[in-house]
């Protein structure tokens, strides 16, 4: 059964940094591309990055590119998202999703983490 | 970048409707289209993928169709546990876009 589970959600004030984790287990982890979605309070999902299995190849959000970044440690079965400059309408529920396919970056997304809480506020 | 349309945002059904919700995409995707199921304070999950190929596990009274930048997600007797947020997502290219979403409602 595979099991997504984030971490690292907190309340932080705009302009610090913050890195999510989302442990993954219930399967090969290093075969799969993994992704962040997130989702704004009311707001619908917004896909923010993705990392290919092997982290050779990494892709990004418009609205987090050069602030955000996605990496993993296949050892560990974890993946992260490293959040710099973070904005007030950075303030989501983060998702970490695996990929379907493995060893292929370009396919949906079949399971995912039941999400961490980012709060972005002065 | 590829936009997604949702239509309707929402809609109001009865138990045993049979409801259609599309999803437009800005320019050629062919199948690359996957749906989800979204209930308040959950994770989103997975129904169907390529277009019209359900997920393990899903029921079959979802199906999908369509290709190009035309799609529709059908739920052909709407039960209790439908009622929920759905969402479109291309994947076409390596910017994975959702649509809006549609809220499907109780009557």
């Known amino acids: 059964q595979v099991q997504l589970v984030e971490s690292g959600g907190a309340v932080v004030q705009p302009g610090v940094s913050l890195r999510l984790s989302c442990t993954a287990s219930?399967?090969?982890?290093?075969?799969?591309?993994m992704h962040w979605v997130r989702q704004a309070p009311g707001k619908g999902l917004e896909w923010v990055a993705a990392?290919?299995?092997?982290?050779?190849?990494?892709y990004y959000g418009d609205s987090v590119k050069g602030r955000f970044t996605i990496s993993r440690d296949n050892s560990k079965n974890t993946l992260y998202l490293q959040m710099n400059s973070l904005r007030t309408e950075d303030t989501a529920v983060y998702f970490c999703a695996k990929g379907h396919w493995e060893r292929q970056v370009i396919g949906d997304l079949d399971y995912w983490g039941q999400g961490t809480l980012v709060t972005v506020s002065s | 970048d590829i936009q997604m349309t949702q239509s309707p945002s929402s809609l109001s059904a009865s138990v045993g409707d049979r409801v259609t919700i599309t999803c437009r995409a800005s320019q050629d995707i062919s199948n690359y289209l996957a749906w989800f199921q979204q209930k308040p304070g959950k994770a989103p999950k997975s129904l169907i993928y390529a277009a019209s190929t359900l997920q393990s596990g899903v029921p079959s009274k979802f199906s999908g169709s369509g290709s190009g930048t035309d799609f529709t997600l059908t739920i052909s007797t709407l039960q209790p546990e439908d009622f929920a947020t759905y969402y479109c997502q291309q994947y076409i290219n390596y910017q994975w876009t959702f649509g809006q979403g549609t809220k499907v409602e109780i009557k």
């Open positions: 219930g399967l090969t982890f290093s075969n799969y591309v």
């Open positions: 990392i290919s299995y092997d982290g050779s190849e990494k």
